[in-house]
C-alpha cells in the first residue's frame, strides 16, 4: 500500500467514524424531543406569588399541561433578586422538565450582583419572550407638571433638587428611572424604597417627585386621581390608557424601556426540545383566554423565536451595565 494510498485511507476512516458519532448523536436527541415530555414539567417562578411572571407562568400552565399531556406546575422559588431560582433551573437536568419564568431582572441582576452562581448569557436556553408591559412616568397630583418637557424643563431649572424612587437599588424600577435622566440630561437625585408599594406612598405624598411605576401598581391610583401619570415608557401607547403619551413622542425620540417576562430553559437543553417548548409557549400566548387575561392587566403577549430571545437578552444585558456604570453601582 503506497503512502499516498494510506493516508487517503485513513483520511477517509476518520471521516466515516466522525460523520457516524455526528449522526448517533443527532438521533439521540431526536429521540429525546419525541419522548418530551417524560414527566411533569416544572416552571420555577423565582418570586413570590401573584407579580407579572407568576400570573404569565399560571396561565401558560394551565395550556401547556393540555399540548403536552403532561402536568406542569408552577414553583415559586423567590428571594436574591431572582438568583435563588434561576441557579435551580441551571442546575436542573437540561432536558426541558425544569423551566424559568422570569421578568427583566434576569438581565439587571448581573449588572448589580456579584458571584450569581450562572452565566447570564451562557447558562440559559432562551425559549420565548412572553409579555411587555409600559411603566407609566408618573408625578405626584400636587406637582405642576403636565407633560414629559414640563418635568425636564423643571428639573433643569433647579438641578439637584427633584427626585425620583424606585423599588430599590438596582431594581428595573431604579434601571428605568436612570435611564429617563440620562437621555433627558437632567440631575435629580435617586431615593429607593423596599418595594411598589412604598415608593407609590411617597410619590402620592409629593415627597417623591416621578417614579417610573409598573402598570399593575399603578392604574387605580391614576383613575382616582392619586397619581398623575404623564407619560408611557414604552414605544407605542398602551391599550388600557391610549390618551397617555409616550415618552418618545413627548421629547425624547427613540425612548423605550419595557417590563418584560421571558421563559427559558437550561443552557444545554437540546434545541428540539426548545423549539418544542417554543412553539407550545408561543400557541398558549395566542389563545384567546390567554390575550384577554394579558390586556386585562396591561400587558401584551410577546412571542418570540429563541434566537430572537438570545439576541434580545445579550441587548438587555449591555444596556444594563451601561445604566448601572452612570449610576455608580458595581456588582457586590
Known amino acids: 500500500m503506497s503512502n499516498r494510498f494510506a493516508t487517503r485511507w485513513a483520511g477517509c476512516a476518520a471521516a466515516c467514524m466522525l460523520l457516524a458519532v455526528s449522526t448517533a448523536g443527532l438521533a439521540q436527541v431526536q429521540d429525546a424531543a419525541k419522548g418530551y415530555p417524560s414527566r411533569p414539567v416544572r416552571i420555577v417562578v423565582p418570586f413570590t406569588p401573584g407579580g407579572q411572571p407568576d400570573i404569565v407562568a399560571r396561565l401558560i400552565a394551565q395550556r401547556l399541561t393540555d399540548s403536552l399531556g403532561q402536568q406542569v406546575i408552577v414553583d415559586n422559588r423567590p428571594g436574591a433578586g431572582g438568583m435563588i431560582g434561576s441557579r435551580i433551573v441551571v442546575s436542573s437536568n437540561a432536558d426541558g422538565h425544569t423551566l424559568l419564568s422570569i421578568s427583566g431582572a434576569h438581565v439587571v441582576t448581573p449588572a448589580v450582583r456579584a458571584n450569581l452562581g450562572y452565566d447570564t448569557a451562557r447558562d440559559f436556553a432562551g425559549i420565548t419572550l412572553v409579555y411587555n408591559a409600559a411603566y407609566y412616568l408618573v408625578v405626584p397630583p400636587s406637582l405642576e407638571v403636565r407633560t414629559v418637557k414640563d418635568l425636564i424643563a423643571l428639573a433643569k431649572a433647579k438641578p439637584g433638587v427633584l427626585n425620583f424612587t424606585?423599588?430599590?437599588?438596582?431594581?428595573?424600577?431604579?434601571?428605568?428611572?436612570?435611564?429617563?435622566?440620562?437621555?433627558?440630561?437632567?440631575?435629580?437625585?435617586?431615593?429607593?424604597?423596599?418595594?411598589?408599594?412604598?415608593?407609590?406612598?411617597?410619590?402620592?405624598?409629593?415627597?417623591?417627585?416621578?417614579?417610573?411605576?409598573p402598570f399593575g401598581s399603578t392604574v387605580g391610583l391614576i383613575r382616582d386621581g392619586k397619581l398623575r401619570a404623564i407619560?408611557?415608557?414604552?414605544?407605542?401607547?398602551?391599550?388600557?390608557?391610549?390618551?397617555?403619551?409616550?415618552?418618545?413622542?413627548?421629547?425624547?425620540?427613540?425612548?423605550?424601556?419595557?417590563?418584560?417576562?421571558?421563559m427559558f430553559a437550561p443552557g444545554k437543553?437540546?434545541?428540539?426540545?426548545?423549539?418544542?417548548?417554543?412553539?407550545?409557549?408561543?400557541?398558549?400566548?395566542k389563545h384567546p383566554e390567554v390575550v384577554q387575561r394579558l390586556h386585562a392587566?396591561?400587558?401584551?403577549?410577546?412571542?418570540?423565536?429563541?434566537?430572537?430571545?438570545?439576541?434580545?437578552v445579550a441587548e438587555q444585558l449591555k444596556l444594563s451595565a451601561d445604566l448601572a456604570q452612570r449610576a455608580g453601582l458595581r456588582p457586590e
Open 166 to 213: 424606585s423599588a430599590g437599588t438596582g431594581s428595573a424600577t431604579h434601571f428605568g428611572g436612570e435611564m429617563f435622566k440620562a437621555r433627558a440630561g437632567i440631575d435629580v437625585v435617586h431615593v429607593p424604597h423596599r418595594g411598589i408599594p412604598e415608593a407609590m406612598t411617597e410619590v402620592m405624598t409629593g415627597r417623591i417627585h416621578m417614579f417610573m411605576a
Open 231 to 262: 407619560a408611557v415608557s414604552s414605544a407605542q401607547r398602551t391599550r388600557m390608557n391610549p390618551e397617555i403619551p409616550t415618552i418618545a413622542e413627548s421629547g425624547l425620540p427613540g425612548f423605550n424601556y419595557d417590563s418584560w417576562g421571558a
Open 269 to 285: 437543553t437540546p434545541r428540539p426540545i426548545v423549539d418544542r417548548i417554543n412553539r407550545e409557549v408561543a400557541a398558549a400566548l
Open 297 to 312: 392587566i396591561g400587558m401584551e403577549p410577546a412571542p418570540t423565536t429563541p434566537a430572537q430571545l438570545d439576541r434580545f
